[in-house]
């Protein structure tokens, strides 16, 4: 086989343009335009650069700098590659068949390390075979898994939404018993309390306007004296503090302010009412019966958001993550111990790195408005997922300051296509290398 | 409870809020005011009647000095004899220089040990003619280039006159400003042999003893930012002054400083103190990094002949210069500048010129010619503060290959380190760092790892224990107080408390019989001062322990690198075998050298450490700190891989660091004033000597946003000669590849144009080291007949040279700011766009600015070389083929230019042969190469043309043909096109098919 390619080779002098790959050998046999102008023959791979796009020199540095004509390598025995004109007579062996740096000759002359690299690659590629198709297998097992706990929390949903309005009709209905029950009490109680009540309201109003005549007279005395001289910017923000404290408490009492009056009087005087309105409480069945209701109704709604939030995390095109629901993975530095909780949060040790943020990408997720770095960013972390059947934190590194970077590896990652290019693989592109 | 938490939660959220936008904290930094020596100098030289001579020159004294020159005694009006010498030396290539120092001295004044600075005495001028006239001593000379010159000392008051072809250029002294103060014993107001020591309080010395308003606040001892500088010895300062004379429209230099190219008249000297600023700002004369003290000035004599000179003040003690003005608005006119130091000798020299190129010949004949840096030390480096690991480093290694990016070297910061114990790793990141650099030496890069000059406490660390018990590290002082031995009690001294009361008389009833004799009562004795205690003073023999001050590793200590024992310690610490991790393309960046002492006075030494060797001060050496620092190591790296030539970083600096180091101008900051003063601060720095200089591009703090970052790129690579990209640990990143794809593809574009025009910049540098012509200059260098290069403020502040063929212009707002540029192109015979090759006539340009290139224009009449090829790494050029572009002028038809090749890494081309020096001319169709210098045949270079592109012909082009060894070969026919501009000229490319090899004899010709 080796030895047919070569003789074809051979025999039509004119397909052999050095750093062609075999298909696009016929491109050059006829005429080659570029810039508009027709490039003669004797152009191509004479190591001049005649065009821009380095069409004439597919074979030579000369037109190193652009990226539009890459030299290719055959590497007999391991993967052909393409690398940027720039690699072709740089002094360094790009291709393991040291096709681009042909010119090195003798001692100095690039080794063919095709083989070992071939043997090399097929063996990482087996590697990388094995693990995806043990990926793969993990992660139908888990979409199928995803698949049914959707449809699982789908139907409890749709069962939710089916029983709250009953149970909702059911609520109303109770919660009117009560307003009746209710009624019927209060005028009960209206008619003891009236009147002890109302004596009440008159003694208070009595204290408060001795209060008050006082309080006018010591302002009156005081506040010649009281202004304060601001001796320094500390104690301003302290009247500062102060101001906001006041402002806080008066915020506390809000909702209470218009009933003031009447809380006053509670405190006194309503109080055993209420003491055996709660001891009534206990034994009221219909009371009990509201709360439960009220209970059921919360905790299906509960599940129902639970179930929706869920489902809105991990979209269809994610189930191969499903498995990482409620799961942490941890990972030691020499200094950390990380922990990367999915759905939820991740943490350096005590400090938190931010919060699930959501899949980025088919295969990258974030986790976002971490602590908060003194002066600087929130932390985040970014994570890439790797192919692989099992279930780990590969590596986790700070790029820049706060901004964190893991790498995990997971069955999610594992995509059928890389089959294809494992089994068979394409020629390598500078630009896919990383 | 919940209120306490609360309110501590305010104090967080106001103390957020008012923290400053950034800013350099000035309370940290002395201003002129705030030192004594500055602050006593300017009372002295606001004394009235100033111009009363008090030091004269005795002619009668003069005498030859053995390295060639004279010296003359100096004689203070109120002194008994003279107590100063003059020295006067008159160098051959047009420089006068002027020193006085001390004839006995107190304590050794600190010289500079010769070498150090001014490399070997430059030859003395071959043919002075001297003449004593009544008052003056005439030295008449001629500088290299034959024009004639004359040094004037005035005897009284003492002033030394520089003029040159009949017009005074320079006078010293010329306000009477001189001050010096010799040392005096401690406490005394006035050093010994004094006349009218009678009156000790009313005669009229110096800055430090005069009856005018004398401030004697911190002569013996001084307080600054809760520090106190005990200073035994006393005040030892010295100034004076020196006029610029003819109508001077700018003067130039004093680097470092974050200033306008033109130096601003600011209220506030320029300082100079070598410093860690933290986030210095521009437009101030506050000091920074380092200290290379020179004034260039230009002056327009009558005739309209316009003249250049340099006065440079060299001294490594704290250094304040003041420049001012005549007249009120501060233009035109003569110009003045005052110097005062706070310690050591007054040594000046004038460079007389008359030529901007001549004043640099001048300058680098004094101070030694700097050496060709590596041509990957013209590459890109990419730094950060950090990569922190090898995968990291390995990432973004191959980042870069993988946009085809090219880039020479990657660096790493201080968290390389264990524990920031330099010369060490931090094992856990790096555990094989060896082979980490070799897989960067395979792809021909380079590797630059930190080292800074503190040395972390720790007894496991071997150079800390090493420097400890040699005794080389600095000391500190703790003075014991003592009875000083030369204060005797007076003779007169009244020792009586009490006396008879004189008032007091025998009363007539006293009976002496009975109450016995009449004494008169006690009192207290009214002429009784208290008992007599001798004076204190600092014991002489004080105790000396190892200074300790805080940096990066917590509890440092700092090296004497004044001592050469020291240097050659520390040298040696980077032999492959100590250095462990480390392989032959590693190379040194010594950084925090001013010293950066985080908790010493202003972030740096105590002023009153001493330095073991030869027991100096530290203030008598500060400046220059940086210098030994960067100077052992690269001493070091030399004996490490001999013929090697040596790379080391430095961020603090002296005059003469460009014999030795790179230097960048420090913390810069990620905004576009920065990126803007960036263009006179690498001017001031070339014109003091120092070529291999850049910014940091993008800024060190924070993080410019994509235009800042493109403008940076566009701007850096054809003035910056060292091109580094380098960040705050804080930041996120910002390598090429990391930007979106269209801002990647700019900075791409960038990167290429810099290393398509290495051959250019490593030809310069060819020029900066053999002919010391600064690498990039500001236009009045070039085009001194120009008058737009000394006044117009874009031509002045946006615009420089890289060599005489490229004027570049930096664009310094964002677009939405500026849409366009007024560009001005000097006095030539015209100009063409880098980028399309569009023909300019000199003058004020409009230009439409797009975010792909910057305003950049080839002068006409020059020949560029090039490398059209772009490969990753500038190693990987070396066998490609050179591009000529030649730029005609259009009415001659002419261009000249320069190609310098050697083997680009060796020392070698030392030799003074092992090189091709080609000077390139274009006239009449045809372009021809003298040559000096042969390239052994070993040396594996390309010296081969491929391509000529011909700019400014009037027509297209028919044929061309090269001859080599006298064989005549056909080129193929060259493609023309017509350039944009007015002048409706043609541009054409010759394909050289075959190459023509340069180290023939060859020519090249078209029609």
């Excluded at chain 1, 055959?74 to 042909?102: F, H, K, L, W």
């Excluded at chain 1, 919060?355 to 985040?380: H, I, L, Q, Y």
Aim: aromatic share 10%; charged share 25%; proline share 6%.
């Amino acid at each position: 086989m080796k030895f047919t390619l070569l003789s074809v080779f051979a025999c039509s002098p004119a397909a052999v343009i050095r750093g062609v790959a075999p298909e696009v050998q016929s491109k050059y046999l006829q005429s080659l335009h570029c810039g508009g102008e027709e490039v003669a023959l004797s152009a191509i791979n004479d190591d001049y650069c005649d065009c821009d796009d380095g069409s004439d020199e597919p074979g030579t540095g000369a037109c190193s700098g652009q990226e539009a004509t890459l030299f290719h390598c055959p590497n007999v025995e391991s993967t052909p590659q393409v690398v940027y004109a720039s690699r072709v007579g740089d002094g360094i062996c790009d291709c393991c068949d040291g096709s681009d740096e042909a010119h090195l000759l003798g001692q100095r002359a690039c080794p063919n390390t095709c083989r070992e690299e071939g043997q090399r690659q097929s063996a990482e590629r087996e590697k990388k075979l094995e693990d995806l198709r043990a990926g793969l297998k993990v992660k139908l097992e888990t979409i199928s898994q995803a698949k049914q706990q959707k449809q699982e929390k789908e139907e409890q949903i749709q069962r939710i939404n089916g029983e709250l309005p009953g149970l909702e009709a059911q609520l109303t209905e109770l919660l009117k018993k009560k307003e009746e029950a209710d009624a019927v009490r209060l005028q009960a109680d209206c008619k003891t309390e009236l009147p002890r009540l109302r004596q009440k309201v008159k003694d208070l109003e009595e204290k408060l306007a001795s209060l008050e005549s006082q309080l006018a007279r010591v302002q009156g005395e005081t506040t010649s004296t009281t202004t304060k001289k601001v001796v320094s910017e500390y104690a301003k923000w302290m009247d500062g503090a102060d101001a906001m404290e006041d402002e806080k408490d008066e915020t506390d009492m809000e909702p209470d302010t218009t009933s003031q009056d009447t809380q006053e009087v509670d405190g006194g005087v309503a109080s055993n009412a209420v003491s055996s309105d709660r001891a009534d409480q206990e034994e009221d069945p219909l009371e009990k019966e509201l709360k439960e209701m009220e209970g059921v109704l919360k905790s299906n709604k509960d599940l129902r958001s639970r179930l929706t939030k869920e489902l809105e995390e991990l979209r269809e095109e994610h189930f191969g993550f499903a498995s990482l629901r409620d799961k942490c993975l941890e990972f030691k530095s020499s200094e950390y111990t990380y922990k990367l909780c999915f759905f939820k949060d991740a943490k350096q040790s005590f400090t938190r790195l931010g919060n699930w943020d959501g899949f980025t990408s088919p295969t990258e997720a974030v986790f976002k408005n971490g602590e908060m770095c003194f002066g600087g960013p929130a932390r985040s972390l970014k994570v890439s997922f790797q192919c692989g059947a099992t279930e780990e934190v590969v590596s986790l590194d700070e790029p820049s300051r706060c901004n964190y970077a893991a790498v995990v590896r997971h069955s999610g990652a594992c995509v059928e296509t890389m089959m294809e290019e494992l089994e068979s693989p394409r020629i390598r592109h500078p630009k896919e290398e990383l | 409870m919940e209120v306490v938490r609360r309110m501590s939660w305010v104090f967080l959220i106001l103390a957020l809020t008012v923290l400053p936008a950034a800013a350099v904290d000035r309370s940290k930094f002395r201003t002129c005011e705030q030192g004594s020596f500055c602050r006593r100098y300017k009372k002295w030289i606001s004394r009235p009647e100033r111009e009363k001579a008090l030091w004269t020159v005795l002619p009668q004294t003069r005498a030859p000095l053995p390295e060639g020159g004279f010296s003359f005694q100096v004689k203070h009006v109120n002194e008994e004899t003279p107590h100063l010498l003059l020295k006067l030396n008159i160098y051959a290539s047009g420089m006068v220089r002027m020193r006085i120092t001390e004839i006995k001295p107190l304590h050794i004044r600190h010289e500079i040990p010769p070498g150090d600075v001014v490399s070997d005495p430059p030859p003395a001028a071959a043919k002075v003619s001297e003449a004593d006239e009544s008052g003056k001593s005439i030295f008449k000379f001629a500088t290299a280039d034959g024009t004639a010159a004359e040094a004037i000392l005035h005897h009284s008051p003492l002033a030394l006159e520089v003029s040159v072809g009949g017009q005074i250029l320079q006078r010293l002294n010329a306000r009477n400003m001189l001050n010096f103060e010799r040392y005096r014993t401690p406490k005394e107001r006035l050093p010994p042999d004094t006349a009218s020591v009678a009156a000790p309080d009313t005669v009229l010395l110096d800055a430090a003893a005069h009856p005018n308003g004398l401030d004697t606040n911190g002569l013996w001892e001084e307080p600054f930012g809760g520090h106190t500088d005990q200073k035994p010895r006393g005040p030892a300062s010295l100034g004076m002054d020196v006029s610029f004379l003819g109508d001077v429209p700018s003067l130039f230099g004093l680097p470092e400083h974050a200033t306008k190219a033109s130096l601003p008249f600011y209220q506030e000297p320029y300082r100079f103190f070598n410093l860690d600023v933290f986030e210095y700002e521009i437009d101030e004369p506050m000091a920074l990094y380092g200290a290379i003290p020179i004034i260039w000035a230009i002056h327009r004599l009558g005739g309209g002949q316009t003249v250049s000179s340099g006065f440079l003040w060299i001294n490594p003690s704290e250094t304040f210069v003041k420049l001012e003005r005549d007249t009120p608005d501060g233009k035109g006119g003569p110009a003045h500048a005052w110097w005062t130091s706070e310690s050591g000798v007054l040594d000046t020299v004038v460079m007389v010129g008359p030529t901007p190129k001549t004043v640099s010949a001048q300058f680098h004949d004094l101070t030694g010619h700097g050496p060709m840096p590596g041509l990957w030390a013209l590459g890109k480096h990419q730094c950060r503060w950090n990569y922190m690991s090898e995968k990291d480093v390995a990432t973004v290694d191959s980042m870069y290959d993988k946009y085809d990016i090219p880039y020479d070297t990657i660096w790493l910061d201080i968290e390389h380190t264990d524990g920031k114990a330099y010369f060490s790793w931090n094992a856990a990141a790096f555990p094989n760092p060896k082979q980490m650099i070799d897989n960067i030496s395979a792809k021909r890069r380079k590797f630059v790892n930190v080292v800074d000059p503190h040395i972390k406490k720790d007894e496991k660390f071997h150079v800390y224990r090493e420097v400890r018990d040699k005794g080389f590290f600095v000391k500190k002082v703790s003075y014991k107080q003592i009875d000083d031995p030369t204060d005797v009690k007076p003779a007169d001294w009244v020792e009586e408390t009490k006396i008879p009361d004189p008032t007091a008389t025998q009363p007539p009833e006293w009976n002496t019989e009975e109450d016995g004799p009449w004494v008169a009562p006690q009192i207290d004795n009214p002429a009784y001062k208290g008992a007599w205690h001798p004076r204190k003073v600092n014991d002489p023999t004080p105790d000396l322990t190892d200074f300790e001050g805080w940096c990066w590793p917590g509890t440092s200590l700092y090296p004497d690198f004044t001592d050469p024992a020291m240097r050659e310690y520390w040298g040696s610490q980077f032999a492959l075998d100590k250095y462990t991790g480390t392989n032959a393309d590693t190379y040194i960046w010594n950084d925090m050298n001013e010293p950066s002492v985080f908790n010493g006075p202003e972030v740096t030494m105590p002023r009153d450490a001493i330095h073991p060797n030869g027991m100096v001060e530290h203030r008598d050496v500060h400046n220059m700190y940086g210098y030994y620092v960067h100077r052992a190591t690269f001493e070091g790296l030399q004996k490490r891989t001999p013929g090697d030539r040596p790379f080391v970083l430095t961020r603090s600096f002296f005059i003469g660091s460009h014999k030795y180091s790179a230097i960048w101008t420090g913390d810069n900051y990620a905004q576009w004033s920065h990126l803007k003063a960036s263009i006179a601060m690498v001017g001031a720095l070339t014109l003091g000597g120092q070529s291999l200089v850049g910014a940091d591009v993008g800024g060190f703090f924070k993080h410019p946003d994509t235009e800042m970052t493109v403008r940076w790129y566009q701007l850096a690579v054809l003035i910056y000669p060292f091109l580094r990209n380098h960040a705050h640990l804080e930041t996120p990143r910002r390598e090429p590849y990391v930007f979106d794809e269209k801002t990647m593809l700019r900075i791409k574009a960038s990167l290429q144009m810099r290393y398509k025009m290495l051959p250019l910049w490593y030809t310069l540098f060819h020029r900066w080291a053999s002919a010391a012509e600064p690498v990039v200059r500001p236009l009045f260098w070039d085009f001194l007949d120009d008058p737009q290069t000394h006044e117009n403020e874009e031509a002045l502040e946006s615009q420089i040279m890289l060599g005489d063929s490229l004027l570049v212009h930096g664009i310094a707002k964002p677009s939405s700011e500026q849409s366009e540029a007024t560009v001005y192109l000097p006095k030539a015979s015209g100009w063409y766009s880098i980028h399309n090759g569009a023909f300019k006539a000199p003058g004020a340009h409009v230009h439409k600015l797009d975010l792909d290139s910057i305003p950049a224009y080839y002068r006409a009449g020059t020949v560029v070389p090039l490398k059209s090829r772009i490969r990753r790494s500038s190693a990987c050029m070396s066998l490609d083929p050179f591009t000529l572009n030649v730029y005609l002028n259009p009415q001659t038809g002419a261009a000249k230019g320069r190609l310098y090749i050697d083997d680009y890494r060796t020392r070698t081309y030392q030799d003074g042969k092992s090189f091709l020096d080609i000077e390139l001319e274009f006239k009449d169709g045809v372009l021809r190469a003298t040559k000096t210098g042969a390239l052994p045949e070993a040396v594996a270079v390309s010296a081969e043309i491929e391509r000529v592109e011909i700019f400014g012909l009037q027509t297209a082009l028919s044929s061309a043909e090269s001859v080599q060894n006298g064989k005549a070969i056909a080129l193929p026919r060259p493609r023309s096109r017509l350039l944009d501009g007015e002048a409706k000229l043609q541009a054409a490319v010759v394909k050289v098919k075959p190459f023509i090899d340069m180290r023939s004899e060859w020519q090249l010709s078209v029609k």
